[in-house]
Every structure is written in structure tokens, then in C-alpha cells.
């Protein structure tokens, strides 16, 4: 908001006080989530005023309400998963499909995961409504889990895998996180591992 204050003149010209484009409390809302944004419940008011004085138009401003009162919806944000591991660790959980016995890995290494971003590669993360979920490595199906339950550091997920075709694979899997002192190199480390206590799947979901 900017005012602008033209004193009078020669030619007779009154005081003028414009303000331009006043945002509401929802505009500034949405706009400080989205910078450049299109809101949806904020509001912009055009105020302008002639031959008043600052007091006056101070007192006409906060005057100023809506002629119809809108009830205000806040919007509800996405749901996102309240773990933040790549798919592809239960992938690596997993037997294949043709194998018998599960679970193959019961230990991951969580802190080399992150680390190791050709493997398993963030950019390719997303998250779709409460599933984190990410390509296969040719692109044709996808890997991706919820977050069931979350106590601490204790957790069940459901994760589900499809190659591509029309069979979608589930496995529920509980698991700690915690850490861990080894060896690395010849000099002790601790590192922060992903421990399976639960499995149960279920090859032919659908």
C-alpha cells in the first residue's frame, strides 16, 4: 500500500490520499506459501479518496469490511507421508515375484541411501496423496508406500509394487530406526539403519 499526497495548487487541485490495491489478511496468507501464486480466498480492495485528510482516510480504511460475509475455508493441505525413505529400500525387503522366500534384506544402511544418489535418486520422489511413490528403473511401473503406523521410532508401511502390467504386488512391513556403531575403513562410525521386526505379504493383491 502507497499513498500519495498532492497539496493544493495554482490551479486549485484539492489534497488527494490514494492507496492502491490493499490486500486482505487471506491474501497475505496464500501469498506467503506461493510467491506469484493465484489466490483463491484473498481479495485485493482499491481504495482511493479526494479533499480528506490522513485521519480521515485512516478512519475509512479500518472501517472497511466485506458486504456479504464469506465464510472463510481454510484449505486443507495434501497429506504427505510422515517418512521421508525411498521406496526402493522395500523394494530391496522384497523377494522377486517368482521366489518364495521374504524378507530378503532385514538391515539397511538408511544413512548410505541418502547418500547414494545414482541408486536412489530423490528427484524422481513423489508424493501422491498419502503414497510416497517413484518410477521402476525402466519407467514402466512404479514402486511406493504409506505410512500406516508411526510410533517413535517404530513404523508399519504398506508398500506396493508394479512392474508395469497389471499385477500390483503389497507387502506390510514393520521396522525401527536406529543406530548403529560398525567398522568403516578400519575406524569406528555410526550410522543410522532401517531394522525389519515385521513382514507379511501379499503376492497377487491385484
Known sequence: MYLIYRP?????????????????????VEMSKKAG????????????ATGIT?????KIAQS??????EQVVTPVPTQTS?????????????????DSESP??????????EKNGNEFDDNRLKQDGEWLRCPTSDGNGFMRYRVLESNANHYKVEY????????????FIEFNIEKRNIHRDGKPVTIRILRVSSYDQNKGQR
Not at 21 to 27: I, L
Not at 37 to 48: A, E
Not at 82 to 98: D, E, G, R, T, Y
Open 160 to 171: 506396493q509394487e508394479n512392474g508395469g502390467g497389471t499385477l500390483t504386488t503389497a507387502a
Open 104 to 113: 530378503v534384506v532385514t538391515e539397511i544402511n538408511l544413512d548410505a541411501v
Open 64 to 69: 472497511l469490511h466485506p458486504v456479504r460475509e
Open 8 to 28: 493544493k495548487g495554482k490551479d486549485g487541485r484539492k489534497d488527494e490520499i490514494k492507496a492502491n490495491w490493499v490486500s486482505d489478511a487471506n491474501m497475505n
Open 37 to 48: 501464486g493465484h489466490p483463491i480466498l484473498g481479495r485485493y480492495h482499491g481504495v482511493s
Open 82 to 98: 510422515a517418512l521421508k525413505v525411498h521406496p526402493k529400500v522395500f523394494s530391496m525387503i522384497n523377494c522377486w515375484i517368482s
Open 54 to 58: 490522513l485521519a480521515e482516510f485512516v
